[in-house]
């Protein structure tokens, strides 16, 4: 807890805590500092790294203060009875004697609990879109054990209902990944739960690009099954291997480019090449790595990849074994992203338990639930219900503050997005929730979803419930409320 | 721990061998059956069946006493429409699946109470979600000939979860058939065809029934089904077994109701996603439906209609509903948060827990021995550390058929050999 507070304290002073790694403090916004006018555009991997940018704006808002609320920040402890003011989008003050301004729209909280927008740091959501029929089956690149080429964002369909769902829930951002097929899935998109026609207008403005790569099961299976290499453990890590032997060279080949240019000498600059550009991108710290990992023991090994190509892998997902390395996980700095009640689908996720996310917590190790499903992503807030009890049972003490993190601040810093978001801390964004009652509760469901300060959703206000174009004109809804 | 757990689970099995009395005591009460809820009731268990529901009040001499000290006490959840006992891992380890059949010559034969499992490392883990009994259907798996049009996919059996190496309460409580998309595919692309089709099925099981004698000479017309698919149809047509058709669009759901009203069957809707537009047809027909209250989104283009309020509305109009509930390993450990789930869209925290308690024991017929805490019925109780729809509830004791299960599991083994290593970072 104590750690995350730092990191998003020294992330609001503007300083990364990976600000030692080059660019990585800048986002894909950020534009190579080397002179690559010298190549027609497209042509050089570096000179733009932000080829489909966000066009997201935060809708429009009124200062808003939610009083006499029961608050959980996710940042601290709780507050059983305060305020919290919205302007201009930011969280501007939240605290138990906070008093609104004059010019606030006032919500009276009482009885209520405010909290952090929810974060689901692992959803398909737009790439296996409802209707799940095959013409919208659009997550998984499963041709080639490699394609770190694609990228989630051009599969993402924004029209896909369960953005709505998710948002009655009160996900306000979400990872959307490419599909567990390929040892390198494609990049990630971190989005903004807001209703829109394009995908560039839900990219979250300035959260890095992630990596999906996958352990274990899926990809052996996906090509063993087609008499393909990889159809074993180990031929996957062979292949891991070979891709990042390649990506080192291609950087390699890069950066000899761009000091001969610099120096004002003659070069042929290197073919661009899209998958090599995406591994490129995490050795030189742009880019994030999300594990698909079950096991303890290919885990373990997946570190060892990482030290030997120099790279950090931001979190494993599933991760069901996690508990057995909680030392070693807290240790590398790696996040898990997992579940309280998926297990044992699987042979990987055999031994997966109800207690993984309590027992990381414990260990002082970074710990996220996740969705990973259209339905689960509604509701989070019972998911980490069920880890807490769970985590209680055994006699772990997991407090309501930390079981809250793991759905807002933990997951936002699995995305390296928690300077800017994940807690009710002034300054940040304003994503937040009014809970009917207490968000570990059952019964309790998102009366209000704000996002960026603006009212997203209002469970009591058709005029407040985005629907997506799909819906429109449906005779089987014809009476639906 | 684990010593103590197996102790005084001898305890309890040697208990009830000898027919001992347990009397639970200040316990809140919701019976699910006649006796209503009662603020701080008794139950008194002899052997494996209740003897009592009641308020407070003499305990029978030498009976053992559970003091709930105020805690609520419910009827075992059933786990209805669910693999549990037949699947040991659904993903990647086939062998493990008993669930469904590809094979050319059984479909409605299909018996899942064969494949059950009392070993299945599922059946603990299920039981500390509060479940004590469930409900087994098979799943629908497509013929490897292509041509044969076989979307019966079997009998469903009901087992408890208790000890013992029978598990088995009752085979063959009723048929699965599924429509709808799944069902038209395997009917050659349309459900019209299967609609067809499953109309000249029922009829040759008239006919077959009728004259055996001439099908065993070889005299009758050749039938689609097997003798056995036959055979295990008679009590479907007859209207003595219950036959749930997996179903999910308006339109479908109509073809249902009139071809249950038209062949004299006894109809249990499953799925049901668009049934809330209906609801006073179904309703009027008498029909139960068996729904998964976490619908609400148009997963196909069956399912446009799919709405959080669907249990609530059904209810309402007067259909029973019992909730089923996803495989135990994705999610399904919890049938109770979705029956909560459900009540937090308008269904009456009573409905919910009914929905997973008696109405599926009636909708599947073995609500004389479970489904509510009721003389005579099996003792298959749960006491709870607080509301049982709760996430952040449990099971504090389990009683299965009057014996105390011990509270453990797989699950909980694996989090003890690994609590020791977790230690807070330095």
Aim: glycine letters at 10%; aromatic letters at 6%.
């Amino acid at each position: 807890m104590s750690l995350w507070r730092l990191a998003s304290i020294i992330g609001l002073l503007g300083l990364s805590a990976c600000a030692t790694v080059p660019g990585a403090s800048d986002g894909p916004t950020s534009r190579a500092k080397v002179d690559a006018k010298a190549l027609p555009p497209g042509l050089d991997p570096f000179a733009n790294l932000d080829p489909f940018p966000s066009t997201y704006r935060p809708a429009p808002s009124a200062t808003t203060a939610i009083v006499n609320a029961d608050i959980l920040t996710a940042d601290g402890p709780e507050i059983p009875s305060g305020a919290l003011v919205m302007s201009g989008g930011r969280i501007v003050a939240v605290g138990a004697d906070v008093v609104p301004p004059p010019d606030a729209v006032v919500i009276d909280a009482h009885g209520r609990t405010v909290t952090p927008g929810i974060i689901d740091p692992h959803s398909h959501l737009g790439v296996y879109a409802t209707p799940a029929v095959a013409a919208m089956s659009d997550g998984n690149e499963a041709t080639d054990p490699d394609t770190a080429e694609v990228w989630a964002e051009h599969s993402v369909w924004p029209q896909d209902p369960g953005f709505a769902r998710a948002l009655a829930g009160g996900v306000t951002t979400l990872e959307i990944l490419p599909g567990s097929a390929n040892l390198f899935g494609g990049r990630s998109v971190v989005l903004r739960n807001v209703a829109a026609t394009t995908v560039q207008a839900m990219k979250f403005p300035g959260a890095p690009y992630d990596l999906k790569m996958a352990c274990g099961e899926n990809p052996k299976r996906v090509y063993g099954g087609k008499d393909r290499f990889p159809s074993t453990r180990m031929g996957n890590v062979a292949g891991y291997r070979a891709a990042w032997i390649k990506a080192r060279d291609y950087l390699r080949k890069w950066d000899d480019y761009h000091a001969k240019v610099a120096k004002g000498e003659k070069a042929d600059p290197p073919d661009r090449d899209l998958q090599l550009d995406t591994l490129a991108g995490v050795l030189r710290g742009e880019i994030r790595i999300q594990n698909h990992c079950y096991r303890a023991d290919e885990m373990a090994q997946m570190i060892d990849i990482s030290h030997e190509f120099g790279f950090h892998i931001a979190a494993f997902h599933h991760a069901s074994e996690s508990y057995k390395i909680a030392d070693l996980l807290r240790r590398e700095g790696i996040c898990s992203v997992t579940w309280a009640e998926w297990w044992g689908f699987k042979m990987e996720a055999f031994d997966g338990i109800e207690e993984n996310a309590a027992m990381l917590q414990r260990a002082g190790a970074c710990v996220t639930l996740s969705s990973d499903n259209a339905n689960l992503i509604q509701h989070l807030n019972v998911e980490a219900a069920l880890a807490m009890a769970a985590g209680n049972r055994a006699g772990l003490a997991i407090t309501r503050p930390e079981a809250i993190g793991w759905i807002t601040l933990a997951p936002a810093r699995a995305l390296g997005i928690d300077s800017k978001t994940g807690s009710l801390l002034p300054g940040k964004m304003a994503d937040v929730v009014i809970w009917s009652g207490d968000p570990f509760s059952v019964y309790s469901v998102a009366d209000q979803v704000f996002i960026d300060g603006a009212l997203a959703w209002d469970a009591h206000d058709a005029a407040h419930q985005p629907k997506s174009d799909f819906l429109v004109g449906q005779p089987a809804l014809a009476g639906d409320r | 721990m684990r010593l103590l757990g197996i102790g005084s689970l001898l305890v309890a099995l040697c208990g009830a061998a000898w027919g001992q009395t347990i009397a639970i005591t200040h316990a809140h009460i919701y019976s699910m059956g006649p006796a209503g809820d009662i603020a701080s009731g008794t139950v008194i268990v002899s052997g494996d069946r209740i003897v009592s529901v009641g308020p407070d009040g003499a305990v029978p001499a030498g009976a053992r006493v559970i003091d709930a000290q105020g805690a609520v006490v419910t009827p075992g959840l059933l786990s209805t429409n669910t693999p549990l006992s037949t699947v040991e891992i659904a993903e990647g380890v086939e062998e493990t699946n008993d669930n469904a059949t590809a094979s050319d010559r059984l479909s409605a034969a299909f018996d899942v109470s064969y494949a059950v499992n009392p070993n299945s490392v599922l059946i603990p883990i299920a039981r500390l979600g509060g479940i004590t009994d469930a409900i087994v259907t098979p799943s629908l798996r497509e013929a490897k000939d292509r041509d044969k049009n076989l979307f019966f996919a079997g009998q469903a059996a009901a087992i408890h979860l208790g000890q013992g190496t029978d598990l088995i309460r009752k085979p063959s409580i009723g048929m699965v058939l599924v429509m709808g998309e799944d069902g038209a595919r395997i009917a050659g692309g349309s459900r019209a065809a299967q609609l067809v089709m499953l109309r000249a099925m029922l009829d040759d099981v008239r006919a077959y029934a009728k004259g055996r004698a001439d099908y065993d000479l070889g005299r009758s017309r050749r039938y689609e089904l097997s003798r056995e698919d036959l055979e295990a149809l008679i009590p479907v047509v007859e209207g003595r077994e219950p036959l749930m058709v997996s179903v999910h669009r308006a339109a479908d759901i109509r073809q249902v109701l009139s071809l249950a009203r038209e062949q004299g069957l006894k109809v249990i809707l499953e799925g049901a996603e668009e049934g809330w537009s209906l609801a006073p047809e179904i309703a009027a027909a008498r029909v139960p439906v068996l729904l998964d209250a976490e619908a609400d989104l148009p997963a196909s283009f069956d399912m446009i209609g799919s709405s959080l309020n669907n249990a609530a509305r059904l209810t309402a109009a007067g259909v029973l509903v019992g909730i089923e509930n996803p495989p135990i390993y994705e999610g399904g450990r919890t049938p109770r948060i979705e029956a909560g789930r459900a009540a937090a869209h308008g269904l009456p925290f009573g409905a919910a827990l009914a929905a997973i308690t008696i109405n599926p024991a009636r909708i599947w017929g073995v609500s004389d021995r479970i489904g509510s805490l009721e003389a005579g019925k099996d003792a298959d109780l749960v006491v709870w550390s607080g509301d049982p729809l709760e996430p952040l509830s449990a099971p504090t004791r389990i009683l299965i058929r009057g014996i105390e299960q011990p509270l453990r599991s797989r699950d909980l083994d694996l989090r003890d050999r690994y609590l020791p290593s977790i230690k807070a970072p330095p």
